[in-house]
């Protein structure tokens, strides 16, 4: 005869909002234009969510122009968006599957490209008050990082 043991459930945490771990969102997508507007809505839900509307409009900018960009200079492959709210800053990260290239002239232009393709970012991010930036990825990641940090 079968027994069925059941685990008991947990108590619920009485925690309040500003208790609980904060945002953390990320998502893969193909290297495709099309692919910010899915971004967007995840993450404009998810910024709803954690009562982040604040960051809604500038995130929205950023993920855009950081996903077209990759999928003009990335010719296939998916890009990976990850979104993290932690300690008052707003952090937007995104992968995408640049080959390296085999000269290091072809990577410096390369980079210098994709900085310049990328101006309307600059200026919105600088004007909040936030940083961003474009590299390398680190392993295990492969390809280009490119990044926004908004704070508070």
Same mark, same amino acid.
């Given at each position: ?5 059941? %685990? ?6 009485? $925690? $309040? ?5 904060? !945002? ?35 995130? *929205?900018? *950023? /993920?855009?122009?950081?996903? *077209?960009?990759?999928? /003009?200079?990335? %010719?296939?492959? =998916? ?16 992968? =995408?599957?640049?080959?390296? &290239?085999?000269?290091? =002239?072809?990577?410096?232009? %390369? ?5 310049? *393709?990328?101006? !309307? ?19 295990? &990641? ?11």
């Amino acid at each position: 005869m079968l027994t069925a043991i059941l %685990c008991p459930t947990a108590a619920p945490a009485r $925690t $309040t909002y500003e208790e609980r771990d904060g !945002l953390a969102l990320s998502l893969t997508v193909p290297g495709r234009p099309r692919s910010a507007g899915i971004v967007r809505t995840a993450i404009s839900g998810a910024l709803h969510a954690h009562r982040l509307n604040r960051f809604g409009s500038i995130t *929205a900018l *950023a /993920v855009t122009e950081l996903i *077209a960009v990759a999928s /003009v200079l990335t %010719c296939a492959g =998916d890009v990976y968006v990850s979104l993290r709210h932690r300690d008052d800053a707003l952090r937007l990260i995104v992968w =995408d599957q640049h080959p390296p &290239h085999a000269e290091p =002239d072809a990577a410096s232009l %390369c980079l210098v490209r994709r900085r310049r *393709a990328l101006w !309307l970012l600059a200026e919105a991010v600088e004007d909040w008050g936030g940083e961003w930036g474009v590299g390398e990825a680190l392993p295990p &990641h492969r390809g280009v990082k490119s990044w926004v940090t908004l704070p508070r």
